[in-house]
């Protein structure tokens, strides 16, 4: 065991974790109105994040992504598509991806 032995700080001048922290407070908002496709009792919901109510509810999965698949890219958002369980399974981004990968 490490008793004692403690992960090194963060160094905040360091400038990729700048980029990173910079790159996670522009993906707030983009994460805040992203769009979900949820198992409902009536078949599938697409509801905004953070919504209670959603805002169409389809008889399959398809026709749901469909759905938000659209919207989603009219407001240049995220799309989450949820299991049966209620776990994400698949994420799509169809906006500006705050942290995008390089190459």
């Known amino acids: 065991m490490n008793k004692g032995k403690f992960l090194p700080r963060r160094q905040k001048n360091n400038p990729v974790i700048q ?3 910079q790159a996670v407070k522009r993906g707030r908002h983009i994460l805040s109105t992203a769009q979900h496709v949820v198992p409902s009792e009536k078949g599938w919901a697409v509801k905004k994040a953070g919504a209670k109510k959603p805002s169409q509810i389809c008889s399959t999965q398809k026709q749901a992504i469909k ?4 919207t989603a890219k009219n407001q240049s958002t ?8 209620g776990r ?7 906006g500006r991806d705050p942290f995008p990968p390089r190459g």
Not at 67 to 70: E, I, L, M
Not at 88 to 94: K, L, T, W
């Open 19 to 21: 980029r990173y922290t």
């Open 67 to 70: 759905v938000a698949t659209k």
């Open 78 to 85: 995220e799309l989450f598509i949820h299991d049966r369980k």
């Open 88 to 94: 994400i399974r698949e994420r799509n981004s169809y």
